[in-house]
């Protein structure tokens, strides 16, 4: 899928392949994005064009107020893994800037049509664009292009609520994953990279791999059991990736899915070590040992035991730690019986 973000000014359409666009944050690629996607490929199928997605970075309430913008459901990497995966061809990723958000709306759809190759459009009933947000659909047909429009989608369990990234972040942060789940279409999981950490774990005898967020911050916070694979440079699963890296015969304990381990997962601010205002992903691998920074890993959390809290000694947070792991051990032995 070819992505490119802050096209230079020269840029023709013969860059760029023809394509039908569709156009948003698509934050979390949840059922109703998914929607959109699939009118993008059959529309770009019949016309013999190119399917793609135009998003935003940083995305606009986070270039405008970033310390109360929304949670991120998917950083850029994780969104474009999935837009791939629905059958995006083409990646547009757009600068959110000044000068992006200063375009009047004449100038967006010159650069649509004059230097994205934009044959046709598939957008939501409600999608406006512009500084002044004076552009809509109709001022794109005007314009001369080709627009469908997608009704809003909404799902049978709550009372034919729309689907939305601020349900799904509702419903993680309740600790729902069930639910959130439904409305994704998929299980939810974070994907990162193996980073350093202060290695406080190490001396409350709970190893941790400390997960690179990507991301202002999560969406979900408190106590989980997951299931962890190792992912390879195109995003594959590798086969017993993490058991592979064991020093000896601490292999650790199978997940749930193929080539997966279990674990306990701790994420949010840590509220018991004084560093309140740093976001961490932090999984514990009970009964394994291996060197694993530097992997790239994918979380997939399962079940959610509790909210962080607070103890007033570390020998009080390994009490609870050790509490926690307990618990979730035996969760995860009765998904297996």
């Known amino acids: 899928m070819a992505s490119p973000s802050d096209l230079p000014a020269n840029t023709s359409p013969a860059d ?7 156009i ?3 934050d979390g690629v ?14 770009a199928h019949a016309r013999k064009l190119s399917a793609a997605v135009m998003i935003f970075e940083p995305q606009p309430r986070e270039f405008f107020a970033p310390a109360s913008a929304p949670a991120r459901l998917t950083n850029l990497a994780e969104k474009q893994a999935l837009l791939a995966e629905y059958g995006v061809e083409t990646l547009i990723v757009a600068s959110f800037d000044n000068e992006f958000r200063s375009l009047s709306a004449q100038s967006f759809a010159d ?6 190759n934009v044959q046709a459009l598939v957008l939501g009933d409600d999608f406006k664009f512009g500084h002044d947000r004076s552009g809509d659909s109709q001022f794109l ?8 429009n997608l009704e809003t989608v909404t799902d049978s369990s709550h009372k034919a609520a729309r689907i939305s990234s601020t349900r799904i972040r509702d419903l993680l942060l309740a600790g729902d994953i069930d639910a959130a789940n439904a409305l994704l279409g998929r299980d939810y999981a974070i994907t990162g990279t193996v980073v350093g950490g202060d290695k406080i774990g190490r001396t409350l005898d709970f190893p941790t791999a400390n997960i690179d967020l990507k991301r202002i911050k999560p ?4 106590i989980f059991a997951v299931d962890v694979v190792r992912l390879d440079e195109d995003g594959n699963v590798i086969p017993d990736g993490l058991v592979k890296r064991a020093d000896n015969d601490m292999k650790g304990i199978a997940g749930l899915r193929a080539n997966s381990l279990f674990g306990t997962a701790n994420i949010g601010t840590r509220p018991s070590v004084d560093k309140k205002h740093e976001w961490r992903l932090e999984v514990h691998f009970p009964e394994l040992e291996a060197d694993l920074y530097d ?13 962080e809290r607070h103890y007033e000694s570390l020998a009080a947070l390994k009490e609870g730690i050790h509490h926690d792991v307990q618990q979730l051990i035996e969760w995860w032995a009765k998904q297996i019986n």
């Open 111 to 116: 650069i649509l049509a004059k230097r994205l």
């Open 295 to 307: 992997l790239n890993l994918q979380v997939r959390f399962l079940h959610y035991l509790h909210g």
């Open 141 to 148: 047909r005007d314009y001369g292009l080709h627009v469908t």
């Open 219 to 222: 969406a979900l916070h408190g």
């Open 16 to 22: 760029l392949a023809p394509c039908v666009l569709t």
């Open 24 to 26: 948003g944050n698509f």
């Open 30 to 43: 949840h059922l109703g994005h998914q929607a959109m996607l699939t009118q993008v490929r059959t529309l």
